[in-house]
């Protein structure tokens, strides 16, 4: 099956960037999408197909893919922006749903 | 909107069945699906009703116990799930998808808790 791989954890100062990881095999040739969840509350989806932003979802949020890495990236971080994040895809050879594990982003 | 009910505390080996109303979009066009959270932990896909093919897609820890499908007259989705175990627990959450085939996951209700324990 295929596997996401995300870093348990990612801190960052106020005011800098931060950068998520999700690898996986040839993870550039499939679209990835993330989505942010705050403490008792349901996910939202910040990034689609990889480099798509709802309006809602403020520019300093940003997604890349190539090769075995997806990335997203959070320009300006700010406290508001303390959550966990997921990355995944939808594996179309299996017909299956697939999330990385999560990372637990913290601004200090 | 997306309003999960249905939840609660059942017994290892019982039987539940979950409901999703939804509502504000063209339901029979969309992808549907359910995704659970057990306590403390990460997202887990467990299932989406495929509108193109009318096909349901589950998890491996979940095929033959649960079972995905829709009521397209009512907008609501369900999912029946039996021999239900511990590892089971978990916040299940109705999330709509993208029209047509899956793909991701856009918009998503507040959960259903499902227990299972003696």
């Known amino acids: 099956s295929f596997v996401l791989t995300q870093p348990p954890s990612v801190s960052v100062a106020p005011g800098e960037t931060a950068r998520i990881t999700c690898e996986g095999n040839n993870i550039g040739s499939k679209s990835v999408h993330w989505y942010q969840q705050k403490p008792g509350q349901a996910p939202v989806v910040v990034i689609y197909?990889?480099?798509d932003r709802p309006s809602e979802i403020p520019d300093r949020y940003s997604g890349s893919n190539s090769g075995n890495t997806a990335t997203l990236t959070i320009n300006r971080a700010a406290a508001g922006d303390e959550a966990d994040y997921y990355c995944?895809?939808?594996?179309?050879?299996?017909?299956?749903?697939?999330f990385g594990g999560g990372t637990k982003l913290t601004v200090l | 909107q997306l309003l999960e009910s249905g939840g609660g505390l059942v017994q290892p080996g019982g039987s539940l069945r979950l409901s999703c109303a939804a509502s504000?979009?063209?339901?029979?066009?969309?992808?549907m699906s359910w995704v659970r959270q057990a306590p403390g932990r990460g997202l887990e896909w467990v299932s989406t009703f495929n509108p193109m093919n009318q096909s349901p897609h589950y998890a491996d820890f979940v095929k033959g116990r649960f079972t995905i499908s829709r009521d397209t007259s009512k907008s609501t989705l369900f999912l029946h799930m039996k021999n239900l175990r511990a590892d089971d627990t978990a916040t299940y959450y109705c999330?709509?998808?993208?029209?047509?085939?899956?793909?991701?996951?856009?918009?998503w209700g507040q959960g259903t808790l499902v227990a299972v324990s003696s």
């Open positions: 999330a709509k998808g993208t029209p047509g085939d899956p793909d991701y996951f856009d918009f």
């Open positions: 995944q895809v939808w594996d179309n050879s299996r017909g299956v749903g697939v």
């Open positions: 197909y990889d480099t």
């Open positions: 504000g979009f063209t339901f029979p066009s969309y992808a």
